[in-house]
């Protein structure tokens, strides 16, 4: 089936560590977002890629970072420069064009830094 | 900062029609409205879109304003498993754009 998958589902770290959330679509999307969601509140996003290998800042993206080697794999990295890194982060992929900017989310890693 | 301004929470009566309203009075010609609903800890479920004209499927309608300065998405006969935090969001679907959600609408329906 087709769809967007994240992993892993649930992750610890220590303070000082950098961790890296997986996320894959079989959507043939061509872009991808990443959010970040803390408890009660909105989603904030992180970075965006409209293509492979180019991907641009989005309004919390000190701390993080991504790369987009392939069109189905969009990793994000939660580096030690991040303060406060425990959240629950969200991956997400769309088409480009015209009334098909549709977002599919996945369901989801939430990081918790021990 | 996010586009569209919405009520922090609203709850409706099982069985009743529930309206959920949206401001998004900067929307530009070629953005379209968004509507997108999450259930605790899950990631978001897209509803509904729009450009202009009124939508409905099997979720839900939405109604937009002739001015495009506001819309409203409508749950014809809410149940229990509406319970979730509504997004409405404008984008522009020509480009991959920052896509920006506000903190949405906490709907709560009570039996």
């Known amino acids: 089936d087709g769809g967007i998958t994240q992993s892993p589902k649930y992750l610890f770290r220590k303070e000082g560590q950098n961790v890296t959330l997986s996320c894959e679509q079989n959507?043939?999307?061509?872009?991808m977002y990443w959010y970040r969601q803390d408890p009660g509140q909105g989603l904030r996003l992180i970075y965006y890629?409209?293509?492979?290998?180019?991907?641009q800042k989005g309004d919390i993206a000190e701390g993080y970072s991504v790369s987009r080697e392939k069109k189905e794999s969009f990793p994000l990295t939660v580096t030690s420069a991040q303060k406060n890194p425990t959240a629950f982060y969200l991956c997400?992929?769309?088409?480009?064009?015209?009334?098909?900017?549709?977002?599919?989310f996945g369901e989801g890693s939430r990081l918790t830094v021990l | 900062d996010a586009k569209t301004t919405q009520p922090p929470s609203m709850d409706c009566a099982e069985g009743r029609a529930a309206n959920l309203p949206c401001n998004h009075s900067?929307?530009?010609?070629?953005?379209?409205v968004y509507w997108y609903r999450q259930i605790h800890s899950q990631g978001p479920q897209y509803i509904i879109h729009?450009?202009?004209n009124n939508e409905t499927n099997e979720m839900a309608s939405l109604i937009i304003t002739e001015d495009r300065k506001s819309s409203t998405l409508i749950l014809p006969h809410a149940t229990l498993r509406d319970t979730a935090v509504y997004y409405c969001?404008?984008?522009?679907?020509?480009?991959?754009?920052?896509?920006?959600f506000g903190s949405g609408t906490r709907l709560s329906i009570r039996p």
């Open positions: 969001i404008v984008r522009v679907d020509s480009s991959a754009s920052k896509i920006i």
């Open positions: 997400a992929s769309s088409m480009v064009g015209r009334g098909t900017g549709e977002l599919f």
């Open positions: 900067t929307i530009s010609g070629n953005e379209y």
């Open positions: 729009g450009l202009k």
């Open positions: 959507l043939n999307h061509d872009a």
């Open positions: 890629s409209q293509i492979v290998n180019d991907f």
